[in-house]
């Protein structure tokens, strides 16, 4: 996958990628996001025993601390942050009715941006986007585009304000 070969090259995006496998590992298996957090800090991220790759499902090398900002975000705010994207799809859908990655990249993307006003909005969007770009086909991918757009702007309205 594109992403997740420059991933490797940039630990914030790598914790970006973690996060969305680590939401989609959580509701697949029904662990908690506090437990599966624990699992890829001690198995999946970085090379505790040797070479771990992303075919393996590892992730080389990620920024712990955001990966964990992220999970925790998403798991404290579950509710508010499924709210968000609830909102933003269109008119008959329901959360549900999403691909599984989908609806985990969605879920870390909005965590992120309920949680700080740094990284700006724009660069979370380019950042789930690139990653939504090696997990989902073009039409997903298009569409978790116009998602991901559609929060930031909804969650960092001041991101988008016009300058003065």
């Known amino acids: 996958m594109k992403s997740e070969r420059r991933a490797s090259a940039r630990p914030r995006t ?3 990628v973690a996060a969305v496998q680590a939401l989609f590992q959580s509701e697949h298996t029904g662990e908690s996001v506090e437990t599966v957090a624990d699992q890829f800090i001690r198995h999946r991220i970085g090379a505790p025993t040797g070479p771990i790759e992303f075919e393996e499902g590892g992730v080389p090398e990620a920024h712990i601390p955001l990966f964990q900002a992220i999970l925790k975000q998403v798991a ?4 508010a942050a499924d709210a968000a994207i609830t909102n933003c799809l269109q008119k008959g859908w329901t959360l549900d009715r999403l691909d599984p990655v989908l609806r985990a990249l969605l879920r870390a993307a909005t ?5 700080a006003h740094e990284p700006p909005a724009r660069v979370v ?4 986007l690139d990653i939504a770009a090696g997990f989902l086909d073009e039409e997903a991918t298009r569409y978790a585009n116009g998602m991901l757009d559609t929060l930031a702007h909804r969650l960092r309205p001041a991101d988008f304000a016009p300058s003065a």
């Open 14 to 16: 790598g914790a970006r």
């Open 76 to 79: 404290e705010h579950a509710e």
């Open 111 to 115: 965590g992120e941006l309920m949680q």
């Open 125 to 128: 969007i380019n950042e789930y």
